[in-house]
């Protein structure tokens, strides 16, 4: 069989559960054809990392931003700070941003400034944009609709098919990852069933989310393949087919076209 080549295009090697093994992780995803990792910062200090990672292993791009969980901790300096980063030749996004009104860690109102804040930065600088969106779509789209002069990317996408018409409409792109494999997920799969493909990328989010058969254990590049085949079957090709598919999506939104040929 063809090897396959496969981009995780969300993932977190900066977290702390992958300190003390991180070039065994890298090795496995090697193996299994997993050859690009986009490393996804979620405040300053794993955005430092992931930009540390990328510096390590050739196939580590790194993404830069704060998650909305901490957009209480914004400020000016931190503004800076990010913008300083995003610079570094490995820097491919900024990221992840965006709105989550499930656990509200932080004020709904500043989750709200921080996302356009960041989403300025990404205009300004000219990168693509990495979305987190949970419980808050009415708020996500008003904000994006300012903003849609940029490339975004609604990550670990589980939201309506009407949703996603607009984004579309808008030249965004969905990943998915581990819940696309799960039993009572079959709202969710028939959105994807109805996505282009061109519009299609996939991602572990690990250390969380791991796909069946590896459900409740540690998440990790490696099991990238579990969710390209689910894909596969829901659009009706083969897991090749759906490889080079989410592989050309993902160098093209990362921009990673002539640097990972």
Same mark, same amino acid.
């Given at each position: 069989?063809?090897?396959?080549?496969?981009?995780?295009?969300?993932?977190?090697?900066?977290?702390?559960?992958?300190?003390?093994?991180?070039?065994?992780?890298?090795?496995?995803? /090697?193996?299994?054809?997993?050859?690009?990792?986009?490393?996804?910062?979620?405040?300053?200090?794993?955005?430092?990392?992931?930009?540390?990672?990328?510096? /390590?292993?050739?196939?580590?791009?790194? =993404? +830069?931003?704060?998650?909305?969980?901490?957009? %209480?901790?914004?400020?000016?300096?931190?503004?800076?700070?990010?913008?300083?980063? !995003? /610079? @570094?030749?490995?820097? =491919?996004?900024?990221?992840?941003?965006?709105?989550?009104?499930?656990? #509200?860690? *932080?004020?709904?109102?500043? /989750?709200?400034? +921080?996302?356009?804040?960041?989403?300025?930065?990404? $205009?300004?600088?000219?990168?693509?944009?990495?979305?987190?969106?949970?419980?808050?779509? %009415?708020?996500?789209?008003?904000?994006?609709? #300012?903003?849609? #002069?940029?490339?975004?990317?609604? @990550?670990?996408?589980?939201?309506?098919?009407?949703? !996603?018409?607009?984004?579309?409409?808008?030249?965004? +792109?969905?990943?998915?990852?581990?819940?696309?494999?799960? &039993?009572?997920?079959?709202?969710?799969?028939?959105?994807?069933?109805?996505?282009?493909?061109?519009?299609?990328?996939?991602?572990?989010?690990?250390?969380?989310?791991?796909?069946?058969? %590896?459900?409740? &254990?540690?998440?990790?590049?490696?099991?990238?393949?579990?969710?390209?085949? &689910?894909?596969?079957?829901?659009?009706?090709? *083969?897991?090749?087919?759906?490889?080079?598919?989410?592989?050309?999506?993902? &160098?093209?939104?990362? $921009?990673?076209?002539?640097? =990972?040929?």
């Amino acid at each position: 069989m063809t090897r396959l080549s496969m981009i995780d295009s969300h993932a977190h090697l900066n977290d702390p559960r992958f300190q003390d093994d991180v070039a065994d992780v890298v090795q496995r995803a /090697q193996q299994v054809g997993v050859d690009t990792i986009i490393n996804v910062g979620y405040d300053l200090a794993s955005s430092l990392r992931a930009v540390e990672l990328a510096e /390590q292993y050739e196939g580590l791009w790194a =993404v +830069v931003g704060l998650h909305p969980h901490d957009a %209480r901790l914004w400020n000016d300096k931190m503004l800076g700070e990010f913008s300083k980063l !995003a /610079q @570094h030749p490995k820097v =491919v996004a900024i990221g992840e941003m965006g709105l989550d009104y499930h656990y #509200d860690n *932080s004020p709904r109102e500043r /989750q709200r400034e +921080v996302f356009r804040e960041q989403l300025a930065l990404a $205009r300004e600088l000219g990168l693509p944009a990495v979305i987190h969106s949970r419980e808050a779509t %009415r708020d996500t789209l008003e904000i994006m609709e #300012d903003y849609q #002069d940029l490339t975004c990317l609604l @990550h670990c996408y589980s939201g309506s098919w009407e949703t !996603a018409q607009t984004y579309s409409k808008w030249g965004h +792109v969905f990943s998915f990852g581990g819940p696309i494999t799960f &039993k009572n997920a079959n709202k969710l799969r028939a959105v994807v069933e109805q996505i282009s493909l061109d519009r299609i990328l996939v991602e572990t989010d690990c250390p969380y989310l791991a796909p069946v058969p %590896r459900r409740g &254990k540690r998440n990790e590049p490696a099991y990238l393949p579990y969710i390209v085949e &689910k894909l596969a079957e829901l659009h009706g090709l *083969s897991v090749e087919e759906m490889a080079e598919i989410t592989t050309a999506n993902a &160098k093209r939104f990362f $921009r990673l076209a002539e640097e =990972v040929e």
